[in-house]
C-alpha cells in the first residue's frame, strides 16, 4: 500500500517520472542493473536484501543510481550505515510529500539530504561493532546456533563464539540475545 501511494504521489510531480517500483530488494536491484534510474528511493527494512544491501550493491557495482532512504527508523546508526552504504538520503516516513520530492531532487542533482534530527542524533554514539560482529549478533539474534553461524559463515564455532563475546563485552549486554537486541535498538544490526 505503502509502495503504491509513494509511485502515485512521486508521479504527481512534474519534473519527476517513476519508471518502477519493486516489493524487495532483489527486485530493486533488478529493476535499477535494467533500467537505471537516476534515483532509488528505497526502506530499510524489506524481503530479502534490506536497503542498506541494495545501497551498498549499488555502490559496489560503482552504478551511477543514488539512493535515497525513506524509512521509519530514526536512529542514528542506521543512518551512519546508510552513508557508509552510499546512500546520499535518509528521510523519515512521516516527512510531508513536498519534502520528499525536493529531496529526490536535490539528490538527482549531486546534493545529499539528512533528516535534520537524525543528523544531530549521528554526532552521538559511535557503532561499537565491526562488520564481522554485526553479521554473526545478527543471525545469533534470529536463533541461529553457533554450529549454524559458522557453517553458513563458512568460520569455526570457536571464532564465532569469539565475535559473540566480543560483540556482548562491547555492548555491555547479559548474553547474545540481549545484545543483539540492544544493537537492534540502536539500529547497528
Do not use: C
Request: overall charge neutral; glycine content about 10%; proline content about 5%.
Amino acid at each position: 500500500m505503502v509502495l503504491g501511494a509513494l509511485g502515485t504521489l512521486l508521479g504527481l510531480e512534474p519534473d519527476i517520472d517513476v519508471i518502477g517500483t519493486a516489493p524487495d530488494g532483489t527486485e530493486a536491484l533488478r529493476l535499477v542493473r535494467t533500467l537505471r534510474p537516476d534515483v532509488l528511493l528505497t526502506d530499510i527494512e524489506m524481503p530479502g536484501p534490506t536497503g542498506l544491501d541494495v545501497a551498498s550493491q549499488i555502490k559496489r557495482d560503482r552504478l551511477p543510481t543514488r539512493v535515497v532512504i525513506l524509512t521509519t527508523f530514526a536512529r542514528s546508526g542506521y543512518l551512519r550505515r546508510a552513508l557508509a552504504a552510499g546512500a546520499a538520503g535518509y528521510l523519515l516516513k512521516d516527512a510531508p510529500s513536498s519534502t520528499l520530492a525536493a529531496a529526490i531532487r536535490s539528490v538527482h542533482a549531486g546534493g545529499r539530504v539528512i533528516d535534520p534530527e537524525l543528523a544531530a542524533d549521528a554526532w552521538g554514539e559511535p557503532d561499537p561493532l565491526t562488520d564481522r560482529e554485526r553479521q554473526v549478533l545478527r543471525l545469533a539474534g534470529d536463533g541461529l546456533a553457533n554450529a549454524d553461524i559458522a557453517r553458513g559463515l563458512h568460520l569455526s564455532e570457536g571464532t564465532v563464539r569469539n565475535y559473540l563475546s566480543e560483540a556482548t563485552h562491547k555492548l555491555g549486554a547479559a548474553n547474545r540475545i540481549a545484545a543483539a537486541r540492544l544493537a537492534r535498538e540502536h539500529g547497528w544490526l
